[in-house]
C-alpha cells in the first residue's frame, strides 16, 4: 500500500520478480504505474504505508535511492530530466566506480561506453554533452538503456521506455534491453501500449487498474488488452 499527498495509489500489490523474468505492467493513465516504480526506488513523495520491498532478501523500505541503486535496483524514467554540467561520460563513470568492486581505467572505461554507444546508435559527441540537457525524447530513452547497458543492475524497472520513440528508435532501445537482459537479470517493463512488447518479450503480464494488479497472464494477455481494452477483459 503506497499513499501520496494523503492519497492511497496503490491498493495491495503483491508482485515477486526472479533473475531472468520479463514482467510487464499495463495499465490506464492513473492506474498507478509510475507510482509504483517511484516508489520501489525510494522517491521521498511516496510512503509505504504496509508492505515490504525486498531484493534479494533485503529490505528497501527505509534506504535512500542510492543505497538501493548500489544493491542491484536501476530505473529507467519515464521523463529523464536534464542535469546541466554533468557530461554523459561523467555520470556513467561516476556511477560505474560506485557500484563496481574492481574498477577499470577511465580509457578502458570509454572503449566498453562507446562499444555500447555504437550498438544504440548514439553519436559518440553525446559523452561530452550535458545529461539530457536538449536531447530530444528519443536521445533521452537512448541515453537512459545506455545507462542500463553499463551499469548491469541485478533488476530494472523500465518506466514507459517507449514514449516519445519512433520505430527505428523502438527497435534499437529493445535491441538494448534484449541485451542486458540476456545477462540474466530480472525486469519490470511498464508501458501503455504492447507496441514494445512485440520487441522485448514479457514472461508475464500484469494489469493494474486502480492501484490493484486485477489480472495476470503471459504475453497473450497484451494481445487481448489492445484487442479488448482495459475495461473489458
Known amino acids: 500500500h503506497v499513499s501520496t499527498d494523503n492519497k492511497e495509489i496503490l491498493k495491495g500489490l503483491n508482485l515477486k520478480i526472479d533473475k531472468g523474468e520479463i514482467h510487464a505492467i499495463m495499465g490506464p493513465n492513473g492506474s498507478g504505474k509510475s507510482s509504483l516504480s517511484l516508489a520501489l526506488m525510494g522517491h521521498p513523495r511516496y510512503l509505504v504505508n504496509s ?15 542510492d543505497k538501493r541503486a548500489k544493491l542491484g535496483l536501476f530505473l529507467a524514467m519515464q521523463y529523464p530530466v ?8 561523467n555520470l556513467l563513470r561516476s556511477a560505474n566506480k560506485n557500484l563496481e568492486s574492481h574498477h577499470v581505467s577511465a580509457l578502458e572505461f570509454q572503449k566498453i561506453v562507446k562499444k555500447s554507444m555504437k550498438n544504440l546508435k548514439i553519436d559518440e559527441k553525446f559523452l561530452t554533452r550535458s545529461v539530457n540537457d536538449g536531447f530530444s525524447g528519443g536521445e533521452k ?5 545506455l545507462q542500463l547497458s553499463i551499469l548491469k543492475p541485478k ?10 520513440l519512433d520505430v527505428d528508435a523502438l527497435k534499437i532501445v529493445s535491441q538494448g534491453i534484449n541485451n542486458i537482459y540476456s ?8 508501458t501503455h501500449y504492447q507496441r514494445i512488447l512485440k ?26 488488452v489492445e484487442e479488448k481494452g482495459y475495461v473489458n477483459i
Do not use: C, Q, R, W
Not at 51 to 65: A, F, Q
Not at 155 to 164: K, V
Open 51 to 65: 508492505g515490504l520491498i525486498k531484493l534479494d532478501g533485503e529490505d528497501l523500505i527505509k534506504l535512500t535511492p
Open 82 to 89: 536534464a542535469v546541466p554540467g554533468v557530461s554523459v561520460f
Open 141 to 145: 530513452k537512448k541515453v537512459e538503456t
Open 155 to 164: 533488476y530494472a524497472i523500465l518506466d514507459e521506455t517507449d514514449s516519445g
Open 183 to 190: 545477462k540474466n537479470i530480472g525486469i519490470l517493463l511498464i
Open 199 to 224: 520487441y522485448v518479450k514479457p514472461n508475464f503480464v500484469h494489469i493494474l487498474v486502480d492501484g490493484k494488479i486485477v489480472k495476470s497472464g503471459g504475453a497473450e494477455l497484451a494481445e487481448t
